[in-house]
């Protein structure tokens, strides 16, 4: 199946620094891709869509200019979480989606951030 | 909108015991249904999927789920529950007709089984 990976899978930092997340799809292109944010025992928010090429789509309280998403091939999408603080951290877990006819996602093993 | 419904937060069930995680949903269009599970601190897995055809739809480690379209409701099941399945279970849609649009996920269930 479709593989997708993330890295790091775990950081720690301090306040006020930026820290980037990769994600990658391994072997297929995703034209298409997403970023969820996983709190303790919560569900998966969506924080933004990422197509190739153009500018995120950001959902609804989800700070553009905090989490800064670029996704420049469609093999390729980060996402940048600037002047991080304690209340950024979070389970961050990517998604890409293949263009078969049930438009699947493929999950990332998401990236522990943990701010000091 | 897409939603789903998973209504219970916990289930227990004893180790060689079937189990159900439930599931409802409710889109415009054909529905597109997953179940994924996570283990501590790890990304989701993929289990199984509903895109068409027969209603039962069997996945990954046993597990299999049911279709049901009068009852818009995608639950899951194993016949005999293992200590290894507990983890945190996700039922997922997406409309047949939304595209790329991503998936809606439920609120998760955390499956314990016990030995």
């Known amino acids: 199946g479709a593989v997708v990976s993330q890295h790091p899978s775990r950081v720690i930092c301090k306040s006020g620094t930026s820290v980037k997340i990769e994600c990658r799809s391994l072997d297929f292109q995703a034209t298409t891709m997403f970023w969820y944010r996983q709190f303790p025992k919560k569900s998966l928010m969506l924080m933004a869509t990422s197509n190739e090429g153009s500018k995120a ?16 091939s469609l093999t390729l999408s980060t996402l940048t979480v600037t002047s991080a603080h304690p209340e950024d951290s979070s ?16 999950f990332g093993p998401g990236t522990r951030l943990t701010v000091l | ?62 597990f ?8 818009t409701s995608f639950h899951l099941k194993k016949p005999s529950a293992l200590v290894s399945d507990s ?16 998936l809606v996920f439920g609120k998760g269930t955390r499956l314990s089984v016990i030995a």
């Open chain 1, 57 to 72: 789509t950001y959902e609804q309280g989800v700070e553009k200019d905090k989490f800064l998403i670029n996704h420049a």
């Open chain 1, 91 to 106: 389970f961050y877990i990517c998604s890409a989606m293949s263009g078969g006819g049930a438009f699947e996602q493929f």
């Open chain 2, 1 to 62: 909108a897409q939603s789903v419904a998973q209504p219970e937060d916990q289930v227990n069930v004893a180790e060689g015991n079937p189990l159900t995680v439930k599931c409802t949903y409710s889109v415009s269009g054909n529905p597109y249904l997953f179940w994924y599970v996570q283990y501590p601190n790890r990304g989701l897995q993929f289990l199984l999927k509903y895109i068409t055809g027969d209603n039962l739809v069997k996945g990954s480690y046993g």
């Open chain 2, 64 to 71: 299999e789920a049911e279709f049901n379209k009068s009852q």
């Open chain 2, 87 to 102: 983890a945190l279970y996700f039922c997922a849609v997406r409309g047949g007709n939304s595209g790329n649009t991503p």
